[in-house]
């Protein structure tokens, strides 16, 4: 099937359920692009950043990819992040997770998933670094909660452990980076408590001179 029709006419439903709201919305998002917010999530389908958070188009740039991962050499995530941060000025960055997460589950089994391991091993890494305390935990689906929450406050330092984050800190520009899970069973976001607004608030060994 070339021709997805069903989705062109949901699209044409709407634009025009839209236009019946605000008649200029489409007029006034066309002409600049001014979000707050950079939203860092999971490429899961069911984590939709805009509607979890009740949003429009418009209001939060958005990175996706599988298990809301930040490494130090994706050109992509950093590319993002340098645009949100130096050209949109965004004033806050939120890594969300999500529980259920698949990415974080292949991590923890023995198992050959293909391309997909090498990525993977970011968080092989992080289970690594928290080892004895998901162990620790004797139920399995409560390791495993435990694991994708860790994982996002692992993201969260990674995050503000980027030059690009840093230096708009050095410079004085206001920036948060926060940390929250979202649970697709209630629909309902968690805050992780790991929210970082300076250099003062990162570890010595990664705080640029």
Request: net charge negative.
């Amino acid at each position: 099937m070339r021709v997805l029709k069903h989705l062109f006419d949901n699209n044409q439903r709407w634009a025009a359920r839209i236009k019946a709201q605000d008649p200029n919305f489409f007029t006034k998002l066309s002409r600049q692009q001014s979000p707050e917010y950079l939203w860092i999530g999971c490429a899961d389908s069911r984590v939709p950043a805009n509607e979890i958070v009740d949003m429009m188009p418009g209001e939060i740039f958005v990175h996706r990819n599988i298990a809301n991962v930040v490494v130090h050499t994706d050109l992509n995530c950093l590319s993002v992040i340098q645009y949100a941060v130096e050209v949109l000025k965004v004033k806050h960055i939120i890594v969300c997770g999500h529980y259920g997460c698949g990415g974080v589950k292949a991590a923890l089994e023995n198992t050959d998933h293909g391309l997909i391991d090498n990525w993977l091993r970011h968080i092989q890494d992080v289970y690594r670094y928290h080892q004895a305390a998901v162990d620790a935990e004797s139920d399995e689906n409560k390791r495993f909660n435990l694991l994708c929450e860790l994982n996002v406050v692992e993201q969260v330092a990674n995050v503000c452990h980027t030059t690009i984050v840093q230096n708009a800190w050095k410079t004085g520009q206001p920036l948060s980076v926060h940390g929250w899970i979202y649970g697709i069973d209630d629909g309902i976001l968690k805050d992780m408590n790991v929210c970082t607004s300076g250099l003062a608030e990162v570890s010595a060994t990664h705080r640029l001179r």
